[in-house]
Nanobody, 122 residues
Framework: QLQASGGGLVQAGGSLRLSCAASGFTLEHYVIGWFRQAPGKEREGVSCISSKGGSTNYADSVKGRFFISRDNAKNTVYLQMNSLKPDDTAVYFC?????????????????WGQGTQVTVSS
């Protein structure tokens, strides 16, 4: 299972760090993606990171503000979110698959975690 945590309420311009922890399997063999879904909107991919951390991908809307990283020894992936905007308000999910392209596309991933709410006030 995957569990996202670290969400909360923050003012615009603030920062949060989300964590995605795995139980029951080892994350180091998986590409991990972060996704978000705002009320009334479709789910969108935010960022993803390859199994060894050598490759990353970011949505244009978060480039330069969000940074993904992983600590395979702790079986955890992080999403550092800086300069947050009200448009970043959403439920954030992490998901895992062994194929980088599958994670980028955001469909048919092997594991999905429960989300964590991020609310950015103006």
């Amino acid at each position: 299972q995957l569990q996202a945590s670290g969400g909360g309420l923050v003012q615009a311009g603030g920062s949060l760090r989300l964590s995605c922890a795995a139980s029951g399997f080892t994350l180091e063999h998986y590409v991990i993606g972060w996704f978000r879904q705002a009320p009334g909107k479709e789910r969108e991919g935010v960022s993803c990171i390859s199994s060894k951390g050598g490759s990353t991908n970011y949505a244009d809307s978060v480039k330069g503000r969000f940074f993904i990283s992983r600590d395979n020894a702790k079986n955890t992936v992080y999403l550092q979110m800086n300069s947050l905007k009200p448009d970043d308000t959403a439920v954030y999910f992490c998901a895992a698959d062994q194929d980088f392209g599958t994670v980028v596309r955001g469909w048919d991933l092997e594991f999905w975690g429960q989300g964590t709410q991020v609310t950015v006030s103006s």
